[in-house]
């Protein structure tokens, strides 16, 4: 109940901080704890700069993310989804990252289907050594999706 | 009610220096839920805490969010700071505003705007956060070592020395592994079975270590605490309590010709009924099935039972299954060498005279084949001249592995002296890439090579090895005087890369341990947990972590043995809390999160009412294996199954939070 209260109220509140407009495209990335997470901390350890337009989810595992969190980033308006894991074979949990693949490869064609520009979602291997990895892949993400229409064409964005 | 409380940190500059703290703060304020928002210098540092814990007292917060560095910094930090204030741990989230806000953007408004956001995520994950109970699992306080080697012997000997019970399982007959089938070792020219036959011995002998030679692991299942381990004590065809050791079988054995013997690396024969060398611990011969009359001719020949005088063969012995179940495993499976006969150009396997390293230690150890007497294999010979190559295999991403094997610039240094003081007025050529000689003592043994015992170190690669009139002309580059050079040489030592031991990535998958496309076993953190791999309960020691020497392999024997000793000094294991929980009211029992549970951690569970009729069946999660991925959250049709600390509704929040 509670839950509902503060969504309304933040929905009329609107938030003049957050970055909005369609220039600069709000992205958001499901990492997991072990590999990317800890890249893109290194990238700050690192004192690295890249885009800041990417807002970072973090979870347990590549293998926790299930499709519909996807669905869901797109539908409250992000204009890109990565999803970032440990690399083949280095999963903290032996196999979470394959299963994720093999939802990913899957789960792509039905988001073409419902209109998402394939473009809009990227998939990739970022492990905690690889924090320049992680700096290029946001910010070429950034600029790919910048290269975009502001207008998605996906049956989930508010017209 | 929510009652949550933001922190905002400065870190100093660090923060506050790129991030609008005041402002990040404000926002927080206005979020409903959030009952205190404060901004701090140093949140981590002593009066930071206790102004957390303060704020936490006197507004009785229900939740906690620190907007600060990341939460692999300090996220225990904080949690232990709200425990003290009665706060349940999981209370208590960081938003990540330094490693991926301030440090990493230029522009203060929008860093700012970006660690408002994050805050904001976690202000609603918080609101989310159930309370969740560390699990404490029972110790079976015996441990298994796996590989009896230096590493693998000096984790059984800490162990066992430490009060505590232990398995050592050997593959091969006797153990001693590598280590002892070296002459001397670097930088001090210490005998190596001098060193090594001791601890053997000791290991043997320890009323705490229980050794199984010619053993393999059959099967592992469970978890820290309850590992339960299926042994296979290959038949030796010897009644080990009545045997003596005394020899006259393999005396007697007829087969003395055409079985080559694998611990002198085919350098001489063995018998069928052998020990493979005479220090062997146990000493208790094997009986090679493979190759025994025996067993070919029909049960003609038992020569050797003939000659036993205690009468303990027995060809109809088989292969008998141990059962063991134990709180913690050692993994130290150690190494092999590479195959180098894919360099042509070197003739190894081509020609008789072109050994491998660890052939050659053979032929200079006294218990070799050569009795300690260098005779090159071709003609029995001694050799003047020998012709060391350096990386053969190693540090070649091309044709063998980009790593380097790290041993081999010190032993061929120890050859080259061996060499000067066994064959005297005799040269020794290296060619080598770089010299790696960091370790106390090492630097100075490489001049000592070069300069008393006159080995010739010549900085480039051989680019052809042929055979001439009983020579081996070795032709290669010295590129530090830019010179092609041509060596006649009676002999040429490879330094051969190392490999992981053959079959250890199938241990590995049997123990649910990760390992590197080279199949090297790989700890839990390169610099911080060296010791542990990536699955609680299992430790790694020895060269089955990647190239290491005999100080390295001791000191990572011990390493795990602390880690034992220290896992076994407390009643019960403590695992994290944020584990996989069913509802067994809509859990229809499809089992799809057994499919996908990389830890065999989900079971079946039958509910039965007070007459014992069944209810319904349902998923179980073990709570000492599972590990909280949440793959199986995602496996779930009926959403049945979640994460703690991740829940599905936690995570959809986060989302909204972002909402634009």
Redesign the interface.
């Known amino acids: 109940m ?2 509902k ?3 309304k ?3 009329e ?1 609107g ?1 003049e ?4 407009n369609q220039s600069e495209p ?1 992205l ?1 990335a499901f990492v997991c704890n072990w590999c990317t ?2 890249g ?2 290194l ?3 690192s ?4 885009s ?1 337009n990417v ?7 590549t ?5 519909l ?1 996807i669905v ?2 797109f539908k ?3 204009k890109g989804v990565l999803v970032s894991g440990c690399h083949p ?8 990252n394959y ?1 994720s693949r093999r ?1 990913y490869a899957t789960f792509r064609d039905l988001l073409g289907y419902l209109g998402v520009d394939l473009n809009r979602v990227e998939f990739s291997w970022i492990s905690a050594s690889e924090g320049n990895k992680w ?1 290029a892949v946001i910010n070429e993400f950034t600029d790919k999706i910048k290269s975009l229409p502001a207008q998605t064409t996906d049956i989930f964005t508010k017209k | 009610m929510a009652r949550i409380g933001v922190f905002v940190c400065w870190c100093g500059s660090n923060i506050a220096g790129t991030v609008d703290v005041e402002k990040v703060r404000e926002e927080a304020a206005k979020i409903p839920g959030v009952v205190s928002a404060v901004d701090y210098k140093y949140m981590c540092s002593d009066p930071g805490q206790n102004s957390l814990r303060n704020v936490i007292k006197e507004k009785n917060l229900t939740g906690v969010v620190l907007a600060a560095c990341s939460p692999h910094m300090h996220e225990n930090t904080f949690r232990k700071a709200a425990v003290k204030e009665g706060l349940n741990p999981y209370f208590v989230e960081i938003a990540n505003i330094r490693e991926q806000v301030s440090w990493v953007h230029e522009d203060k408004e929008r860093a700012t705007a970006k660690a408002v956001d994050l805050m904001k995520m976690m202000v609603e994950k918080v609101k989310r956060d159930r309370p969740i109970e560390d699990v404490r699992v029972p110790l079976n306080k015996k441990a298994l070592v796996i590989g009896g080697g230096i590493a693998g012997i000096q984790a059984a000997l800490d162990i066992a020395n430490g009060g505590v019970e232990v398995i050592l399982v050997e593959k091969e007959p006797s153990i001693g592994g590598r280590m002892i089938q070296l002459d001397e070792t670097f930088p001090t020219l210490d005998c190596s079975s001098c060193i090594m036959t001791p601890k053997m011995v000791e290991a043997n002998q320890h009323p705490n270590i229980k050794l199984y030679t010619y053993s393999e692991i059959e099967d592992v299942s469970g978890y820290i605490g309850n590992f339960k381990i299926k042994i296979r004590k290959k038949t030796k065809s010897v009644v080990e309590k009545d045997c003596t050791g005394c020899g006259e079988c393999w005396n007697a054995c007829p087969m003395h010709k055409n079985v080559k013997s694998e611990f002198n690396l085919n350098l001489s024969e063995r018998t069928a009924i052998y020990v493979p060398f005479p220090q062997a611990v146990p000493l208790i011969p094997v009986l090679d099935r493979s190759v025994c009359l025996h067993y070919k001719k029909g049960g003609k020949c038992q020569k050797c039972l003939d000659a036993c005088g205690p009468k303990c063969i027995d060809f109809s012995l088989q292969d008998e299954i141990i059962e063991e179940t134990v709180g913690a495993i050692v993994a130290s499976t150690g190494y092999d060498l590479m195959d180098t006969s894919m360099y042509g150009e070197y003739g190894y396997g081509k020609f008789k005279d072109v050994v491998s390293g660890l052939q050659f230690e053979r032929l200079l150890s006294a218990s070799g084949p050569t009795e300690g007497v260098i005779k090159r294999p071709s003609d029995g010979k001694t050799p003047q001249t020998i012709v060391f190559v350096q990386c053969v295999g190693s540090r070649d991403p091309e044709k063998g592995v980009p790593y380097c094997s790290k041993v081999c610039c010190m032993y061929t240094a120890k050859h080259a002296k061996l060499f000067a003081h066994k064959v005297h007025g005799s040269q020794s050529y290296v060619f080598y890439i770089d010299i790696r000689s960091t370790s106390k003592g090492y630097e100075e043994f490489v001049r000592g090579a070069m300069e008393q015992d006159g080995a010739v170190y010549l900085r480039g690669r051989v680019s052809k090895i042929y055979e001439d009139d009983g020579k081996l002309i070795v032709k290669g580059a010295d590129t530090l005087s830019g010179n092609q050079v041509e060596i006649a040489a009676d002999m040429v030592v490879l330094a051969t890369g190392v490999l992981p031991k053959k079959g250890s990535d199938k241990l590995a998958q049997m123990l649910g341990i990760s390992y590197d496309k080279y199949g090297f076993l790989t700890e839990s953190h390169p610099k911080l947990r060296p010791a542990e791999s990536s699955t609680a309960g299992i430790f790694l020691a020895g060269m089955a972590q990647g190239p290491r020497d005999i100080p390295e392999s001791v000191v990572s024997g011990s390493a795990a043995a602390s880690k034992i000793l220290g896992l076994f000094s407390k009643s019960e294991y403590e695992v994290e809390g944020t584990i996989a929980n069913v509802n067994e009211a809509t859990c229809v029992a499809c089992f799809y999160c057994q499919r996908v549970c990389a830890y065999s951690a989900i079971s079946r569970k039958e509910i039965k009412d007070r007459s014992g009729k069944l209810i319904k069946v349902v998923a179980n999660v073990n709570p000492g294996l599972c590990t909280g991925c949440g793959a199986c959250v995602n496996a779930c049709f009926s959403k049945s199954i979640d994460v703690k600390g991740f829940m599905d509704d936690q995570i959809y929040a986060e989302i909204k939070s972002l909402a634009v």
Do not use: W
Not at chain 1, 17 to 20: D, F, N, Q, R
Not at chain 1, 55 to 61: A, D, M
Not at chain 1, 63 to 67: A, F, K, M, N, S
């Open positions: 509670e839950g209260d503060v969504e109220e933040k929905q509140e938030s901080l957050s970055a909005g709000r958001i997470y800890n893109a901390d990238a700050g350890t004192r690295m700069k890249y800041d807002r970072v989810i973090k979870l347990p595992c293998g926790r993310i299930d499709p969190f869901e980033a409250k308006g992000a074979g280095d999963c903290h949990y032996t196999s979470g299963h939802k700096v």
